[in-house]
């Protein structure tokens, strides 16, 4: 099952949404905008291990055979490590606000628990100092999937344990960073390294458990949610804002009639989607799936649930793309099926939908009623260094142009959408494909590890420049 598969509706008929409308330019995103990039640990930065760390499942996921698809790891990476006074300054070049990075849990605590490991707390005090002095907000990710092996041996997110391992991880950063830290996310798209790292295999840990396990590992990763969030509320020794990411497909009606508009409403918070979200931001599980999933529902305390719901800051919101739906004749949500031949990103799981990042924002902040945030955003490309010595990537720029005129209808129609990251920096290692996918602004040379700038990063410089001013998008009806 590919990502876009665990969060889909069902199949009908096909259409495309890519529109082909007039285009125009579009007021500037307003005062206070926040404009990054963003990057994962094990991605970019090479192994813990590598200096003095411990190792993640990513570390020995990587190992087995066939498990990626060209055979590499994240063992080196960009070496980001040994090069981010490099990437920094390409970050001051390309004049983001801020940088949206992970800490690695193996690099800061090798065995999970236990006195943190100065060495690791040491290069991120270099990252974060570093980004201060080139005027760049630091807003770190507790979590971007890089589990403690030794924990996962020990039960990993099963274990009931974990959400205190966490808690007191996170409090260690917390304790390090938040002199200079105000902005925390703690964990990033738990249904992608819920589903396909611990029932469909195809990322690590590899695991295949049965959907009853999955239930109950869901649970104790948004309770470890609940306690890492008190947790830095309570350590941290400035005001700060928390928030949570998921990975998104949100449904777009498939016609501006109040039933599609309310048959993609309901087909976004459905499934993994919804079971991952209203526990941290309403305090209960979704009744539909409580109902469908009654016989492998985990039992719990009922305080669980109000440790899992605590004051957030802003919704974070990693969207690529978005499903079609309309109301079907007995008026439940049906998928609309898209066209053959529908753009799409080199990465076959992402279609280009740009309508996802109007709807989807608009629908979270309809429900939640939290400041949207886009912590990702973005495509992979065929990218390489032409003759020229450039890197030439224009559908980059026609993808980012195309999603970004869409935030900026939902800012139109009233949804607060305070920021907007890029995904990635820099060309990285892209999980379980290896280094097949290239989807920085910034080329990444796996040989030399030179660092190539591409089109997309004078033009979202540019972006960045005028506050979105330069954009032309579709201008609202």
């Not at 040491?122 to 005027?135: E, I, K, N, P, T």
């Not at 996310?185 to 390294?193: A, H, K, R, S, W």
């Not at 309770?223 to 400035?238: F, P």
Request: proline share 6%; aromatic share 12%; glycine share 10%.
């Amino acid at each position: 099952m590919r990502r876009r598969d665990f969060l889909a509706l069902g199949g009908a008929t096909a259409a495309t949404t890519l529109l082909e409308p007039a285009y125009a330019q579009l007021p500037d995103f307003g005062r206070g905008f926040v404009w990054g990039t963003a990057t994962s640990s094990y991605q970019i930065e090479g192994s813990p291990a590598r200096v003095g760390g411990g190792t993640s499942v990513w570390d020995a996921f990587c190992r087995r055979p066939g498990a990626i698809r060209d055979g590499s790891s994240g063992e080196i990476a960009c070496d980001h490590y040994d090069r981010y006074r490099e990437d920094v300054e390409l970050m001051r070049a390309l004049g983001v606000g801020a940088y949206r990075f992970s800490i690695a849990w193996p690099r800061v605590m090798p065995e999970g628990v236990g006195t943190p490991n100065a060495v690791g707390l040491g290069f991120y005090d270099r990252l974060v100092d570093s980004l201060l002095a080139a005027g760049i907000e630091p807003w770190v990710t507790l979590f971007h999937w890089d589990y403690p092996e030794v924990l996962y041996k020990r039960g990993g997110w099963l274990n009931r344990d974990s959400t205190q391992w966490f808690a007191d991880y996170a409090t260690a950063v917390v304790t390090r960073l938040s002199d200079r830290v105000t902005r925390w996310i703690t964990f990033n798209e738990p249904e992608v390294f819920l589903v396909l790292g611990h029932h469909l295999g195809v990322h690590a840990p590899g695991d295949r458990l049965p959907w009853s396990e999955i239930l109950r590992a869901s649970h104790n990763v948004m309770l470890a949610h609940g306690r890492a969030t008190v947790a830095i509320r309570a350590t941290a020794k400035r005001s700060c804002q928390i928030g949570y990411v998921a990975a998104l497909e949100p449904a777009i009606p498939a016609t501006s009639q109040a039933a599609d508009v309310e048959a993609a409403r309901r087909a976004t918070f459905s499934g993994v989607a919804a079971w991952l979200l209203d526990p941290v931001y309403l305090g209960s599980y979704p009744e539909s799936e409580l109902k469908s999933w009654a016989k492998d529902v985990p039992a719990f305390p009922a305080e669980d649930l109000r440790t899992i719901r605590q004051p957030l800051d802003f919704f974070g919101a990693n969207i690529y793309q978005g499903k079609l739906a309309r109301a079907g004749a007995d008026g439940n949500p049906e998928r609309v099926a898209r066209a053959q031949g529908a753009p799409r990103t080199l990465m076959e799981v992402f279609d280009v939908v740009p309508e996802a990042l109007q709807w989807g924002p608009r629908f979270y902040w309809e429900r939640y009623r939290l400041p949207i945030v886009v912590t990702e955003n973005g495509l992979s490309g065929c990218d390489w260094v032409a003759l020229d010595g450039r890197v030439h990537d224009p559908q980059r720029i026609d993808f980012m142009e195309r999603y970004l005129g869409e935030l900026a209808l939902a800012r139109a129609a009233g949804v607060d959408v305070r920021g907007y990251f890029a995904w990635s920096l820099l060309d990285n290692f892209e999980w379980a494909e290896g280094y097949r996918q290239r989807f920085g602004l910034v080329h990444v040379d796996f040989q030399s590890l030179r660092r190539t700038p591409k089109d997309s990063f004078r033009w979202y410089r540019e972006v960045i420049r005028t506050n979105g001013a330069s954009l032309k998008g579709r201008a609202p009806r």
